[in-house]
Antibody, heavy 119, light 107 residues
Framework: EVQLVESGGGLVQPGGSLRLSCAAS????????MNWVRQAPGKGLEWLSD????????NYAESVKGRFTISRDNAKNSLFLQMNSLRVDDTAVYYC????????????WGQGILVTVSS | DIQMTQSPSSLSASVGDRVTITCRAS??????LAWYQHKPGKSPTLLMY???ILQPGVPSRFRGSGSGRDFTLTIVSLQPEDVATYYC?????????FGPGTKVAIK
């Protein structure tokens, strides 16, 4: 069974930093592109970033480009999101998501973790 | 970047009704379109991809159609467990944008 478990969320002040982690199990992690998607309170889903299986290719949404960095450690079956210069509007539930093998859609989602940016 | 829109933003229908949600891309995306279901308190799930291919386990009352810029998600006979917000997503190229969502409720 595919499992994606996020950690590292919490309360942070505006301008601060936070690092999210995602522990993957139940599949061959180093075969899959991985993503981060978020949902702000009362808002829809927002795709943030993805990273290819080899880390060779990464993409970012404009809203986080230059502030967030995605990375992975295939030896530890882990995905990360380093979030810097956090703003109040970064407050959201953040999901770790696997990209389907073949079509580039998102077939397995973690339970999500809340990040609150507030003074 | 390609933008995705959806209509309506919300709807309310009776059990057994046929429900249709539309999704439009600002530019053509061929058939690189997926639909997701997001139930309250749960994580989103993939319903279908390539416009109309159902993920395993998804009931056949869910149907997708369209190509190019205009796409449709149809629930042939709405069930109580279909209460959720539905999102389209384009995946022809990054950024992999979602539509704003359509909230489906039971009347």
């Amino acid at each position: 069974e595919v499992q994606l478990v996020e950690s590292g969320g919490g309360l942070v002040q505006p301008g601060g930093s936070l690092r999210l982690s995602c522990a993957a199990s139940g599949f061959t992690f180093n075969n899959y592109t991985m993503n981060w998607v978020r949902q702000a309170p009362g808002k829809g889903l927002e795709w943030l970033s993805d990273i290819s299986f080899s880390s060779r290719t990464v993409n970012y949404a404009e809203s986080v480009k230059g502030r967030f960095t995605i990375s992975r450690d295939n030896a530890k079956n882990s995905l990360f999101l380093q979030m810097n210069s956090l703003r109040v509007d970064d407050t959201a539930v953040y999901y770790c998501v696997r990209k389907k093998f073949g079509p580039d859609c998102l077939d397995s989602w973690g339970q999500g973790i809340l990040v609150t940016v507030s003074s | 970047d390609i933008q995705m829109t959806q209509s309506p933003s919300s709807l309310s229908a009776s059990v057994g009704d046929r429900v249709t949600i539309t999704c439009r891309a600002s530019q053509g995306i061929s058939n690189y379109l997926a639909w997701y279901q997001h139930k309250p308190g749960k994580s989103p799930t993939l319903l279908m991809y390539a416009t109309s291919i159902l993920q395993p386990g998804v009931p056949s009352r869910f149907r997708g159609s369209g190509s190019g810029r205009d796409f449709t998600l149809t629930i042939v006979s709405l069930q109580p467990e279909d209460v959720a917000t539905y999102y389209c997503q384009k995946y022809n190229s990054a950024p992999w944008a979602f539509g704003p969502g359509t909230k489906v409720a039971i009347k």
